[in-house]
C-alpha cells in the first residue's frame, strides 16, 4: 500500500480527463507529475505539481489548471479538500478513514510493508569492501561494508534481484609483501627475530599465520631465499588473510555471494579478451601519453603503451592498459572482471569504493560503457573517511594491526547494531565523525539509541496490552475498529507511517541506504513525542479501559513497530524490544 502512488495515478487520471476533455492540449509529458508530502504540514496532507509542471507546455496560467484539477479531484471520496496555493501549487486533504486503512494494511503486509516493485527484478551487481588481502580492514573498510551492504539491501526491498560481490586483489605486489611479511612471522616462530623492513606489514595478526606454516612445514623454508618460499607462501598467506576477512565481516553482519579473483584472471585469456572487444571498436592503440599536470600518476611514462581510448567515453584523458615491457597496468584487470560482471548478464552495475578512488571513477566508467556498448550503466559510490573519536581524543591505533584502527575494533567496542546504524546515519560521500562515547550514550541525541529505545516501547506497550487479557496478534489487530484514532496527534503518526513505501522507493532510486537511517529517526521522534503527550492527554495513552480502544491503539503501535523492523533489517540491524 502507498498512498502517495495511490493518489498520484487518481491526479494522472484526472488529468487524462481533462486532455479528454479539451481542458489540457494532448500530448503533455506527465512523468515528472509527483505527489509528496507538502513542506509544511499545516497547508494539507499531501500537494501535487501538475500545475506547475504542465503549465507551459500546455500554454496556460498554472492557476487555471490547478483549479480545475480541483475541482475533479474533490469528487474522489478519499479527498476531502482540494485547495490551491499560490501561482498554482495544489494542497490536498485526505479523509480520516484513507489514513486510518494504513494500519491495518501494515499488519497484514508485515515485514513486506513498504516493499517495492521498482527494480521489476532487474540484476543488480553490488561490489563493495575488496580490501586488499594484506590484513585486517579498516575502519574506513567498515564503511563501505556497511553502506554497500544496506544497499543491497534496500535495492533488494525495492524489487531488485541483487548480488554481493567482493573482488580480491590478489594480482599485485602487495601479495608478494605479504608473503614476505609472513615468512619473518613464520622465523619468529621458530624464535628467531623478525625482521619487519620498511614496506611490510608489521601488525600482530601475521603472528598465528607465521605459527600455522611452522606447524605445517617445520623448518623447511627456514634461512631459504626468497625463490624457495615465495610461490608456495604467497597464495597460504592470501587465504590466511581472506579467512580473516570473512570472519569480521561476518561480525559485522556481512555475506557477500560471490567472491572474485583479480589472479584468476591472468593466464587465463580474460584480460586480452576483454581488450580485444575494445580493439574491435577501435578504442585499443599503440602510444604516448602526454605528461599529466599536477602529481604523477604510477602508470604514466614516457613510452609507447598499449592504451584505451577512453576519452570517446567521457574521461580526461586515454588511459595505459599495457606498459611498455609488456606487463599489465593496474587497469587491465579491472577491465576484465567488469567485462565478466557484463558477460554475467546484470542489467546495472555499482562499485563501493574508497574516498581515495576519485580518479578511477571516469576511466571505469569508459570501460563498462564501451563494453557494454552502453547497455549496462556502471554507478561508482565513493566512501569519505570516517574520524574516530574515544574520551574527547582522536582514537588512531590498534594494536592488531599496528597502525590503524581495524572492523574488528570497532564491532568489539560497541557492537554491530551500533556500528552499522551509525556508519548510516549520514550520505556515504560526506566525512563521518564516530564518537565511541556518544554512539553509546542514552539519550535523544544518539539517533541508534532512540530508534531502539522507540521499539522497545512498542514491544513493551503490547506486551502490557496482552498481560490485560488484549488479543494483540497482528490479525485480531487488523480487525480493530480503527475510527477510534481520529484525534489529530494520532493521524499525525499514522501519516508518517503511510509515507514508508514513498520513502523506500525514494531511497532506491537515489541508491542512499542513509535516508533510511534518518527516516527511522524521525519515526522515533514521533512515536517518543505522542507517547509523551499522553502524558497530560490520558486519551492518547495506548492503554485505556475500554478492551476495544485499547486494541485500536496498540494496532497504531504495533504499526510502527512493524515499520521500524523493516527500516532496521535493511539497514542490517537487530531491533530490540527490551532495553538494557
Known amino acids: 500500500m502507498n498512498l502517495f502512488t495511490d493518489i498520484r495515478a487518481l491526479v494522472l487520471d484526472c488529468l487524462e480527463n481533462m486532455v479528454r476533455d479539451g481542458d489540457l492540449p494532448e500530448g503533455l509529458d506527465?512523468?515528472?507529475?509527483?505527489?509528496?508530502?507538502?513542506?509544511?504540514?499545516?497547508?494539507?496532507?499531501?500537494?501535487?505539481?501538475?500545475?506547475?509542471?504542465?503549465?507551459?507546455?500546455?500554454?496556460?496560467?498554472?492557476?487555471?489548471?490547478?483549479?480545475?484539477?480541483?475541482?475533479?479531484?474533490?469528487?474522489?471520496?478519499?479527498?476531502?479538500?482540494a485547495e490551491v496555493a499560490g501561482p498554482g501549487f495544489l494542497n490536498l486533504r485526505l479523509v480520516p478513514e484513507v489514513w486510518q486503512q494504513v494500519i491495518p494494511a501494515a499488519l497484514r503486509a508485515g515485514n513486506d510493508f513498504g516493499r517495492a516493485t521498482l527494480g521489476q527484478g532487474l540484476k543488480v551487481n553490488v561490489e563493495f569492501v575488496s580490501a586488499n588481502p594484506t590484513g585486517p580492514m579498516h575502519v574506513g573498510h567498515t564503511r563501505g561494508a556497511v553502506v554497500g551492504d544496506a544497499l543491497a539491501s534496500l535495492l533488494d526491498f525495492a524489487g531488485y534481484d541483487v548480488t554481493r560481490e567482493y573482488y580480491i586483489n590478489d594480482g599485485g605486489g602487495q601479495v608478494d609483501v605479504?608473503?614476505?611479511?609472513?615468512?619473518?612471522?613464520?622465523?619468529?616462530?621458530?624464535?628467531?627475530?623478525?625482521?619487519?623492513?620498511?614496506?611490510?606489514y608489521p601488525g600482530d595478526y601475521l603472528i598465528e599465520v607465521g605459527q600455522a606454516l611452522k606447524e605445517q612445514f617445520g623448518?623447511?623454508?627456514?634461512?631459504?631465499?626468497?625463490?624457495?618460499?615465495?610461490?608456495?607462501?604467497?597464495?597460504?598467506?592470501?587465504?590466511?588473510?581472506?579467512?580473516?576477512?570473512?570472519?569480521?565481516?561476518?561480525?559485522?553482519?556481512?555475506?557477500?555471494?560471490?567472491?572474485?579473483?583479480?589472479k584468476a584472471l591472468y593466464g587465463t585469456g580474460k584480460i586480452e579478451a576483454a581488450l580485444q572487444t575494445l580493439r574491435d571498436q577501435g578504442l585499443i592503440y599503440e602510444g604516448v601519453l602526454e605528461p599529466p599536470k599536477g602529481r604523477m600518476p604510477e602508470d604514466w611514462e614516457p613510452r609507447e603503451q598499449t592504451l584505451f581510448r577512453s576519452t570517446a567515453h567521457g574521461d580526461d584523458v586515454d588511459?595505459?592498459?599495457?606498459?611498455?615491457?609488456?606487463?599489465?597496468?593496474?587497469?587491465?584487470?579491472?577491465?576484465?572482471?567488469?567485462?565478466?560482471?557484463?558477460?554475467?548478464?546484470?542489467?546495472?552495475l555499482i562499485d563501493i569504493l574508497g574516498a581515495d578512488h576519485g580518479g578511477y571513477v571516469k576511466r571505469m566508467?569508459?570501460?563498462?560503457?564501451?563494453?557494454?556498448?552502453?547497455?549496462?550503466?556502471?554507478?561508482?559510490?565513493l566512501v569519505q573517511l570516517v574520524k574516530l573519536y574515544k574520551n574527547g581524543e582522536p582514537?588512531?591505533?590498534?594494536?592488531?594491526?599496528?597502525?590503524?584502527?581495524?572492523?574488528?575494533?570497532?564491532?568489539?567496542?560497541?557492537?554491530?547494531?551500533?556500528?552499522?546504524?551509525?556508519?548510516?546515519?549520514?550520505?556515504?560521500d560526506a566525512a563521518l565523525d564516530f564518537d565511541?562515547?556518544?554512539?553509546?550514550?542514552?539519550?535523544?541525541?544518539?539517533?541508534?539509541?532512540?530508534?531502539?529505545?522507540?521499539?522497545?516501547?512498542?514491544?513493551?506497550?503490547?506486551?502490557?496490552?496482552?498481560?490485560?487479557?488484549?488479543?494483540?496478534?497482528?490479525?485480531?489487530?487488523?480487525?480493530a475498529d480503527f475510527s477510534a484514532l481520529g484525534h489529530p496527534a494520532e493521524l499525525a503518526l499514522i501519516r508518517k507511517l503511510a509515507d514508508w513505501p514513498r520513502q523506500v522507493e525514494a531511497a532506491?532510486?537515489?541508491?542512499?541506504?542513509?535516508?533510511?537511517?534518518?527516516?527511522?529517526?524521525?519515526?522515533?521522534?514521533?512515536?517518543?513525542?505522542?507517547?509523551?503527550?499522553?502524558n497530560d492527554a490520558p486519551e492518547l495513552r495506548f492503554l485505556q479501559d475500554d478492551p476495544g480502544l485499547t486494541q485500536s491503539k496498540i494496532a497504531l503501535a504495533r504499526a510502527v513497530g512493524v515499520v521500524i523492523f523493516a527500516g532496521l533489517a535493511i539497514l542490517g540491524v537487530s531491533p530490540v524490544e527490551e532495553m538494557r
Open 436 to 479: 565511541f562515547d556518544k554512539v553509546l550514550e542514552q539519550s535523544r541525541d544518539n539517533p541508534v539509541w532512540y530508534v531502539q529505545y522507540a521499539n522497545a516501547r512498542v514491544a513493551s506497550v503490547v506486551r502490557k496490552a496482552a498481560e490485560a487479557g488484549v488479543d494483540v496478534s497482528d490479525a485480531a489487530l487488523a480487525q
Open 178 to 200: 605479504l608473503a614476505r611479511s609472513v615468512y619473518e612471522r613464520y622465523r619468529e616462530a621458530h624464535g628467531m627475530n623478525p625482521e619487519i623492513a620498511e614496506g611490510l
Open 365 to 381: 566508467k569508459a570501460a563498462v560503457a564501451a563494453l557494454s556498448q552502453g547497455r549496462v550503466p556502471l554507478d561508482i559510490k
Open 319 to 348: 588511459r595505459p592498459v599495457k606498459k611498455s615491457d609488456g606487463t599489465w597496468t593496474y587497469f587491465a584487470p579491472d577491465i576484465a572482471y567488469h567485462y565478466d560482471k557484463v558477460q554475467r548478464g546484470f542489467d546495472l
Open 219 to 262: 623448518d623447511t623454508f627456514l634461512n631459504k631465499p626468497e625463490s624457495v618460499w615465495l610461490d608456495t607462501l604467497r597464495p597460504l598467506a592470501t587465504e590466511a588473510m581472506m579467512a580473516m576477512i570473512r570472519s569480521d565481516l561476518a561480525a559485522l553482519g556481512v555475506e557477500m555471494d560471490v567472491y572474485s579473483s583479480e
Open 395 to 428: 582514537f588512531k591505533m590498534s594494536k592488531r594491526a599496528g597502525t590503524f584502527v581495524t572492523l574488528r575494533d570497532v564491532v568489539d567496542m560497541v557492537g554491530p547494531d551500533v556500528t552499522r546504524f551509525v556508519m548510516l546515519t549520514r550520505k556515504n
Open 508 to 534: 532506491a532510486r537515489a541508491q542512499e541506504p542513509h535516508r533510511i537511517a534518518g527516516f527511522l529517526s524521525e519515526l522515533a521522534a514521533d512515536l517518543h513525542g505522542h507517547w509523551n503527550r499522553g
Open 30 to 81: 506527465t512523468s515528472n507529475v509527483t505527489v509528496e508530502p507538502p513542506r509544511d504540514a499545516a497547508h494539507g496532507d499531501m500537494a501535487t505539481n501538475a500545475a506547475m509542471v504542465l503549465a507551459k507546455p500546455a500554454g496556460l496560467k498554472p492557476r487555471d489548471i490547478a483549479e480545475a484539477l480541483a475541482a475533479r479531484l474533490i469528487q474522489d471520496p478519499r479527498i476531502e479538500a
